[in-house]
């Protein structure tokens, strides 16, 4: 983007329009067309609300009195003037001096002069000329707000809720935690954002560098969405940037490599861990030794389970810089968790092979119980019924046990083989095919829990 024009070369001269009646509905109006309302949220700040709640007749030690008010009225809140820009209290907005000509759109770049209180009376964001881009993340919320619904020239008290300034993690060290602010925010000058074919590399490096740092910002309040959203901005900057000369190249690399880092960082605190994937494998794309990348996708290989791959990223990162003790403590996490799920996984084999190993030989009169039990007919005992009990009745067989002792002699009468030579090698047999079976089963085992251990 092209270098804001510096706050000395700017018209700092506002150009001054007495009147309009019309103003606050003016304002109403231009914020539906421009400005998206949330005022669904629930968390709102007890003291904006009690304090958006004016009154033409109430006094302001009346107001006051109300739950929740505990801010003296020095800032003039209760006595009325302010248009409530969300209709929840949250954002009040009071012009101090007029302006004149078209209000600023999304993505046009704004010169501003801003002073800011805490409740407390302490001075912060007191700038005599800052230039942001219009929605782009640049500035709190408040400012994108009600700078959209203000004129050139145009100066105004815009009261501000947490959410629309610095949150529940406020700034530190000069903005505490769920701080009320009051700003006074003056718009010197609206200018269109240049085109980014026309931009230098070393312009759009720095804008992209710039974003970059809006969105570290975010992150290190705790702000992962907008910090996603801020580094996503910087890298469509310099995306389709190729430089042929060897500097502008290896700078534009850098910067791509910084953005998909700090991206995939904000990814992996919002458990997005396919994109982190993803935006990790654009950064190794460009540098296949950037430590942070490995780090990172490590980390979010561990995420998804695949620890055998995480432990490989991560030692690759480790071997790259040896003393990171932030690596050297992930990985032992992670190897930890590998060996702990593999020693689990090998008790469970081992005990699934001592199991078949104890099959012991089942004696020959068990089986032809068992046999017995299985070869009558379910729910078809017809033994108990007489022969004749019905025309249809079938005649009864002989026990299953006779049949085998008949089944037995029968082939015994074949050639010369006594019979009781017959039932010997039959059991035998029997014996041995359960041996082979579960020698089968417990090698089979045995061969799966040593390629596991490998």
């Known amino acids: 983007m092209e270098t804001p024009t510096p706050p000395d070369e700017m018209n700092s001269e506002p150009v001054g329009r007495q009147g309009s009646e019309d103003k606050e509905e003016d304002q109403k109006t231009i914020l539906e067309e421009n400005v998206e309302d949330p005022t669904q949220s629930k968390d709102i700040d007890s003291r904006v609300e009690d304090l958006g709640e004016k009154s033409s007749t109430g006094t302001a030690a009346e107001a006051n009195s109300k739950p929740g008010a505990n801010v003296k009225d020095s800032w003039g809140i209760f006595k009325g003037d302010f248009l409530d820009i969300l209709g929840n209290g949250n954002l009040l907005k009071k012009i101090v001096k007029i302006g004149k000509g078209a209000r600023p759109k999304a993505d046009q770049l704004v010169a501003l002069r801003t002073r800011g209180w805490l409740e407390d009376g302490t001075e912060i964001d007191n700038h005599e000329s800052i230039t942001i881009c219009l929605g782009d993340g640049d500035a709190v919320g408040a400012w994108d707000i009600a700078v959209a619904m203000m004129e050139p020239g145009e100066k105004a008290i815009v009261i501000s809720a947490p959410q629309f300034a610095y949150g529940e993690d406020g700034r530190p060290p000069d903005v505490p935690p769920n ?224 049949r085998y002792q008949k089944m037995v002699g029968d082939m015994a009468n074949i050639g010369d083989v006594p019979v009781k030579d017959t039932t010997q090698k039959s059991q035998g047999l029997s014996r041995w095919i359960l041996l082979g079976s579960a020698a089968l089963v417990a090698i089979t085992g045995i061969l799966i829990a040593v390629l596991l251990m490998q």
């Not at 801020?230 to 940037?241: K, N, T």
């Not at 790259?320 to 469970?348: D, G, W």
């Open 179 to 402: 701080s009320l602010i009051k700003f006074e925010i003056e718009l010197l000058e609206v200018a269109d954002a240049p085109e980014l074919k026309n931009l230098s590399t070393e312009e759009r490096c720095h804008t992209a560098d710039q974003k970059r740092e809006q969105g570290n910002k975010c992150f290190a309040r705790g702000d992962f969405p907008n910090a996603i959203s801020l580094y996503r901005r910087a890298i469509s900057f310099i995306e389709d940037l190729h430089p042929t000369a060897k500097d502008e190249r290896d700078k534009v690399i850098e910067m791509k490599i910084k953005c998909y880092n700090n991206l995939a960082a904000a990814q992996l605190k919002m458990e997005a861990y396919d994109a982190a994937l993803k935006t990790c494998n654009s950064a190794l794309s460009l540098d296949p030794n950037s430590v942070k990348a490995l780090f990172r996708k490590g980390k979010v290989l561990a995420n998804q389970l695949k620890l055998d791959e995480a432990i490989a990223t991560m030692k690759k990162a480790l071997l790259l810089e040896p003393a990171n003790k932030t690596i050297h403590q992930e990985l032992s996490k992670v190897t930890n968790k590998f060996n702990k799920e593999r020693n689990e996984e090998r008790e469970r084999y081992q005990k699934m092979v001592g199991d078949m190993a104890n099959i012991k030989d089942v004696p020959v009169e068990e089986a032809t119980q068992v046999c017995n039990t299985v070869d009558r007919p379910v729910g078809h005992n017809l033994s108990h019924l007489p022969t004749n009990s019905h025309p249809s009745a079938p005649t009864p067989l002989p026990p299953p046990g006779e």
